[in-house]
């Protein structure tokens, strides 16, 4: 598992761990059962505290996408489809409302936001 952490983003960095643990799960690059790195060795990895990695990996187990098994380590639990495509849902608000800030940005009405989403629903096979 690589991760990246970004030491000038306004995201904190436990932050940062859980975004880059649960795409891998999203995309399926982390399947159910997959050992994630110890707390220890994540950090040293990193070179960032284990305090913040264990802040992300409890968080993640309170978000139902991590079990930890005391003197075994953490792993990815076994997710229901729900609750993939839900944060699935949330990944995508989150893209479109970066987008529709962008054209709004750019000068375009709401009109023309709709408009080309709708094009692009209708033409382009993604």
């Known amino acids: 598992m690589k991760l990246i952490i970004n030491h ?3 995201e904190p960095i436990y932050e940062q761990i859980m975004t880059q643990i649960k ?3 999203i995309d399926g690059t982390l399947p159910a059962g997959s050992a994630l790195p110890s707390v220890r060795a994540l950090s040293k990895d990193l070179k960032i505290s284990a305090l913040t990695v264990k802040k992300a ?7 139902g996408l991590v079990v930890t098994v005391h003197g075994k380590g953490s792993f990815i639990a076994e997710t229901n489809q729900e609750l993939l ?3 699935r849902k949330k990944e995508l608000e989150k893209e479109l409302e970066e987008a529709v800030r962008k ?3 750019g000068g375009l009405t709401n009109q023309e ?3 080309t989403f709708q094009i692009i629903m209708e033409d382009r096979v993604c």
């Open 85 to 87: 495509m839900e944060e």
């Open 8 to 10: 000038t983003s306004m």
């Open 113 to 115: 936001i709709q408009e």
């Open 57 to 63: 990996y409890d968080n993640l187990e309170t978000e």
């Open 103 to 105: 054209a709004r940005a």
């Open 23 to 25: 795409a891998e799960v």
